[in-house]
């Protein structure tokens, strides 16, 4: 595979996991630009010690983890995302508020337990690729998907007891 035919394939999902890092489109399209410009320089020296979309998970990772410490960055909410729905399907207004509660709940996460969630819940990874993706041991990436949940669930559903595993299931798959 060719690096142009890596970021068309990952496109979509790479998009997605700067602008839930981020929460700003402009954020993201700079952090994306960077991260591409630093894929494309180190393309050559690729070998392929991991999978080559988790490769580039980490340098957008990288480059959006950078984003947030640049001084002077605000961190702001985007509704743009909420699409309305049909008649008959769950109120606009409702949904809308409740994506915009979700984003700012995770946006008060710390970036490193942000990233872990989003690269676990949203994106799909196991705890390993992920733990690939942060430089991190599986088990630390299994504790902050945990603590972000557990905090998601605080805040956006504030009384709810938390739900039990399944027995014997391992965090880390």
């Not at 402009?26 to 392929?48: K, P, T, V």
């Not at 984003?103 to 705890?127: C, F, H, I, K, N």
């Not at 993706?133 to 902050?144: E, H, I, K, W």
Request: charged letters at 30%.
């Amino acid at each position: 595979m060719d690096f142009v035919e890596l970021v068309h394939r990952s496109r979509r999902t790479v998009r997605s996991l700067a602008f839930r890092l981020l929460g700003d489109r402009g954020l993201m399209e700079d952090a994306l630009q960077e991260a591409y410009l630093n894929a494309y320089q180190a393309w050559g020296a690729f070998r392929g010690r991991a999978c080559d979309s988790t490769w580039l998970y980490r340098i957008v990772y990288n480059a959006c983890i950078d984003e947030l410490r640049r001084p002077g960055r605000r961190r702001l909410v985007s509704l743009d995302c909420c699409r309305a729905h049909a008649s008959g399907g769950p109120d606009p207004a409702e949904t809308a508020a409740l994506r915009s509660d979700l984003a700012t709940a995770l946006l008060d996460l710390p970036a490193s337990d942000r990233g872990a969630l989003l690269l676990v819940d949203a994106e799909g990874l196991t705890y390993r690729e992920a733990a690939e993706v942060l430089g991190v041991p599986a088990g630390t990436v299994a504790s902050r998907v945990a603590r972000s949940r557990r905090r998601l669930r605080e805040v956006l559903r504030p009384g709810e007891s938390a739900p039990h595993g399944k027995a014997g299931e391992e965090p880390w798959r």
